[in-house]
């Protein structure tokens, strides 16, 4: 908070606040430099504001001192120290949120070499090799950036330069549990966070998103489907297909995707900036796309095939690589079959509406062409009245589109439970944001239903109706006044001042806090608005869940890999 005081104050003095050259997504704070101080009498009221609340927290605690102050018991918490000390097993969360899962390490270290490090996918490398490769990609990305430098705006640059002056750690592989699959297998995940190549990665999204509305069949949510499939009036012979793409980033074959991405922005020349990088971006991106290495439990691993995984930009990267096919073939050989076609990254939608003819071979021509481009496979749902597609239940009535909330079988619904330390406003925002989607996705019939199906939930996680009912009614009522069409409001850094605090349930409220600002500093700044930003403490899953792992000790990994390769040249044999 008084960094962010006495930077406005300096910046104001300066005549620098109007900067409008900022971006969120590439902004990197200078952790080299300070505002110098405010105005003597400023800088007191900061002091005399921060020694209120730390006053007041203090009477908050004698007040609660005979309350139980942790929300675990004494035997939770013991049990709770004895797995993490435990690296005999090892908990990861699982895929599709179905909840943690606790695994003998061992085991899950055998797995994870097994399924995916020892096959074609991945290299092994030392930590010599892998330590040399990043230092020399380093080396190479800054004299890059050097020779292009007048590319490049002001902003970007800033946020490289100050990027690459910070430490920056090796990915790190693990496999999330599918419980839900019988044999029970893993899904690969990398953890890019802090890494090199994760910046230059965050940087080529950035420059993405001046790409996606190109693609055609580009689309952001379930939201902005149903709205485009309302206004469509439909022949009567039209129908509903969807596909699934099988292991869509690592099918993406590197040298394809690339290419395709260089066509792209060869082919849509007129329509994209002027002053879009196109040959750092290409450059930038080859690099990302073919250096992603990473640790795992003391070993280090090149991939070799697919997208890299976990890197900042693969969303993006899978939408434009397979969406240039789209454009360039699938949308021109099959647009008069295809009256509506999106795609969510791996997932399409579409409405086929049959030749005059009734040929099903322009169908099964279809799907060829879909299944045609590099490794890429699609499992393509044939046309019906009925379909799936990400959380919709899309049904065809009389010509029209019926929707409804799709929520699958195996869904646990996890949600905050009260005895959760979450600010309230989190699960206010929840309970505001699902009565949200559900209104937007269902009629008042199905809404209903849906909706008591909620609360049910909600009540077995602990709520009661009582303390849900109030939460309830004010996001009816925000409904009502029809703000679920109202994009949310942005706040500017300029005029916001943020006063972040750690949740506690016997902290300061809101309240407090604003009531002491009000008092004591508000008639002294120039601030439009203040915002008190509540994060969470520390959870189960931050104390259990970690990405890097270290072998147990009677566990050599190296002899391990050395003999799992020998079993599998004996097989082949």
Request: with cysteine.
């Amino acid at each position: 908070m008084a960094r962010s005081i006495r930077t406005k104050i300096y910046l104001k003095e300066a005549n620098m606040l109007n900067n409008s050259d900022y971006n969120k997504q590439i902004y990197k704070k200078n952790l080299t430099w300070h505002p110098p101080p405010a105005p003597i009498q400023i800088e007191d009221k900061i002091t005399e504001f921060e020694k209120a609340l730390k006053k007041l927290q203090e009477s908050n605690y004698k007040r609660h001192k005979h309350c139980q102050i942790s929300n675990l018991n004494p035997l939770q918490l013991s049990a709770l120290r004895q797995l993490r000390q435990n690296k005999n097993v090892t908990i990861k969360p699982t895929d599709k949120n179905l909840g943690p899962a606790a695994m003998d390490t061992s085991d899950y270290i055998q797995q994870v070499l097994q399924e995916h490090l020892l096959t074609n996918a991945y290299k092994q490398l030392t930590f010599q090799e892998a330590n040399n490769i990043m230092t020399q990609l380093k080396t190479f990305l800054k004299n890059l950036l050097s020779e292009q430098a007048n590319t490049l705006p002001k902003s970007e640059l800033t946020f490289f330069q100050r990027s690459l002056k910070e430490h920056h750690r090796l990915p790190v592989f693990y496999g999330l549990p599918k419980v839900h699959k019988q044999p029970i297998s893993l899904r690969p995940v990398v953890s890019t966070s802090g890494s090199l190549l994760a910046i230059f990665s965050t940087w080529i999204d950035f420059k993405m998103k001046t790409l996606l509305p190109l693609i055609q069949s580009y689309v952001q949510n379930s939201i902005n489907v149903t709205n485009e499939l309302r206004d469509i009036i439909l022949p009567d012979n039209a129908l509903i297909f969807t596909a699934d793409a099988i292991s869509m980033y690592t099918n993406i074959d590197t040298d394809i995707g690339i290419q395709s991405i260089r066509d792209f922005l060869t082919y849509n020349m007129n329509s994209i900036p002027t002053d879009f990088p196109h040959e750092l971006f290409l450059q930038i991106l080859e690099i990302v796309m073919k250096n992603n290495i990473f640790s795992f439990a003391d070993t280090y691993w090149l991939q070799l095939t697919g997208t890299a995984m976990g890197t900042p930009a693969a969303c993006a990267y899978a939408t434009i690589t397979f969406g240039h096919y789209e454009n360039s073939v699938i949308l021109k050989d099959f647009k008069n079959e295809l009256l509506f076609y999106k795609r969510y990254i791996d997932d399409i939608i579409g409405v086929w509406v049959p030749p005059a003819t009734n040929d099903p071979g322009t169908w099964y021509n279809f799907k060829n062409k879909l299944n045609n481009w590099g490794n890429l496979k699609w499992k393509v749902e044939e046309p019906s009245t009925r379909s799936t597609f990400l959380d919709l239940d899309i049904q065809l009535q009389n010509k029209r589109f019926i929707f409804k909330t799709y929520q699958k079988d195996m869904n646990l619904y996890l949600y905050i439970p009260p005895s959760s330390a979450h600010p309230p406003s989190c699960f206010k925002g929840l309970i505001a944001g699902e009565l949200r989607r559900y209104w937007l996705q269902n009629n008042p019939s199905n809404f209903q239903d849906i909706l008591s199906s909620f609360i049910q939930r909600l009540v077995a996680r602990g709520h009661t109706i009582n303390s849900i009912t109030p939460i309830l009614l004010n996001a009816a009522e925000l409904l009502d006044k029809g703000h679920h069409n109202e994009a949310p409001s942005k706040a500017t850094g300029d005029d916001t001042l943020f006063i972040h605090r750690v949740f506690h349930p016997y902290g300061l409220s809101r309240t407090d806090i604003r009531y002491l600002y009000s008092k004591i500093l508000q008639p002294y700044l120039d601030f439009d608005k203040m915002i008190i930003a509540m994060s969470r403490p520390t959870n189960l899953r931050d104390v259990l869940t970690k990405a890097t792992m270290t072998p147990p000790a009677n566990l050599d990994i190296n002899n391990l890999i050395k003999t799992m390769r020998q079993q599998s040249a004996n097989v082949i044999t």
